[in-house]
């Protein structure tokens, strides 16, 4: 998956785009999205992992992957069922999302943003890695990754402004919880380690090996313009009146 502050980064520039071009719900076209709730979307569907007794299978569903482990995503049927999965989670959430607007969207970009980079990065982090021997069949390897995800996100931080906007919208956000997925509180445990980890504490500036920081500000740049079409073409936002 994508690190968290690439979410976070994304967020940003998917929500300047939907200001300066005054994009609506197509649902509603009255409702505003509120800017914290939708950063804060961003980052809810790895708020699991602050469950009591967390367990890899419970992240697995809230981004809608039951039956599709990591290494069989983008098997045949895969992306077409996570993306069915996708738009009957918005459906369903319609409704929550006019209480709490931008909160499922956000949800949603989420979910965009790790459907590219698990086809793409992460199958690109697995062939630079084969250098020094290492598969997707070695623990070794994962532990490299989430160290080299850190990485890319600690000097996001450094380089990328706009992320302090992002920190303001988690510290100010009104507690919320996704219906039925994650509870308040995990959410609230989870938003506050991010602040706290990410954003408070500080961070030694290292360039990794195996997952370029070019190579993911170009992805961060590229998802960010494939999100905006996709928000219009698949019916989430319009830009008309």
């Not at 998802?223 to 019916?235: N, Y």
Request: with cysteine; proline share 2%; aromatic share 12%.
């Amino acid at each position: 998956m994508a690190g968290t502050i690439v979410h976070l980064v994304v967020a940003e520039y998917l929500l300047r785009y939907i200001n300066n071009n005054n994009l609506r719900y197509c649902f509603d076209k009255s409702l505003d999205i509120d800017e914290n709730y939708f950063i804060a979307g961003n980052i809810c569907p790895d708020g699991i992992m602050a469950r009591k007794n967390y367990a890899r299978e419970m992240k697995l569903h809230t981004h809608f992957r039951d039956g599709i482990p990591d290494g069989a995503f983008g098997n045949p049927g895969t992306v077409d069922l996570f993306e069915e999965r996708m738009r009957d989670f918005w459906n369903v959430h319609l409704d929550d999302e006019k209480d709490c607007p931008g909160l499922y969207l956000g949800y949603i970009t989420h979910m965009m943003t790790d459907e590219k980079f698990i086809l793409e990065k992460r199958n690109e982090f697995f062939e630079a890695i084969l250098v020094i021997g290492l598969t997707d069949k070695d623990r070794e390897t994962f532990v490299i990754f989430n160290e080299e995800t850190d990485m890319v996100d600690y000097k996001l931080i450094n380089d990328i402004k706009e992320l302090q906007d992002a920190r303001i919208s988690l510290e100010n956000v009104t507690p919320y919880e996704i219906k039925g997925m994650i509870t308040k509180d995990e959410l609230t445990d989870s938003r506050k380690w991010i602040l706290d980890y990410f954003f408070y504490g500080k961070h030694e500036l290292k360039e990794p090996v195996y997952l370029s920081y070019d190579g993911m500000r170009k992805f961060i740049d590229d998802v960010t313009d494939e999100i905006i079409k996709r928000m219009s073409s698949e019916g989430y936002l319009t830009d008309e009146i």
